[in-house]
């Protein structure tokens, strides 16, 4: 009965040390990872304002073509807004889905007014008059996204 008792806390006491260093390894090797967690967090608390440029695309005076020539401008204007988009300078684009003089919204990110207005006026519909750009200073969290 002795021996059978010494055997058992042999067993408890083997067991026991080894379930410590398995702690010890997965605390050791979690640790990094942990504190790579820690600063995800620190940094997902970080809000930076930027500036971008609201445009607000109305209806403009010009607007006796015919159906095949707006065909023409609404597929150049696309191909404007895709490059904007691509160079970095167009971060959201899209119609505004009620009638009325709105027509859609961009928002631009430029370094200044003047660029902003620049890269407006290359639009397609914007150089004939079909639309006008309203262009006004917006602020909102650096690299904000739509959810």
């Given at each position: 009965?002795?021996?059978?008792?010494a055997?058992?806390?042999v067993?408890?006491?083997?067991?026991?040390?080894?379930?410590?260093?398995?702690?010890?390894?997965?605390r050791?090797?979690?640790?990094?990872?942990?504190?790579?967690?820690e600063k995800?967090?620190?940094e997902e608390?970080?809000?930076?304002?930027?500036?971008?440029?609201?445009?607000?695309?109305?209806?403009g005076p010009?607007?006796?073509?015919?159906?095949?020539?707006?065909e023409?401008?609404?597929?150049?204007?696309?191909?404007?807004?895709?490059r904007?988009?691509n160079?970095?300078?167009?971060?959201?684009a899209?119609p505004?889905?009620?009638?009325g003089?709105?027509?859609?919204i961009?928002?631009?990110?430029?370094?200044s007014?003047?660029?902003?207005?620049?890269?407006?006026?290359?639009?397609?519909?914007i150089?004939?008059?079909?639309l006008?750009?309203?262009?006004y200073?917006?602020?909102a969290?650096?690299?904000?996204?739509?959810?």
């Open positions: 009965m002795k021996k059978i008792l055997l058992l806390i067993v408890i006491l083997c067991s026991n040390a080894q379930d410590k260093k398995t702690i010890e390894e997965e050791k090797a979690s640790g990094p990872l942990l504190l790579l967690k995800e967090k620190k608390k970080k809000w930076e304002m930027k500036q971008y440029f609201l445009v607000l695309l109305k209806r010009v607007r006796d073509q015919d159906s095949i020539e707006v023409k401008l609404q597929k150049a204007h696309i191909a404007n807004i895709e904007l988009y160079e970095g300078k167009m971060d959201i899209g505004i889905g009620a009638e003089d709105l027509r859609g961009f928002i631009i990110n430029a370094a007014f003047e660029e902003a207005k620049a890269l407006c006026d290359s639009d397609p519909m150089k004939i008059g079909r006008v750009a309203e262009i200073p917006w602020w969290g650096k690299g904000s996204i739509l959810r």
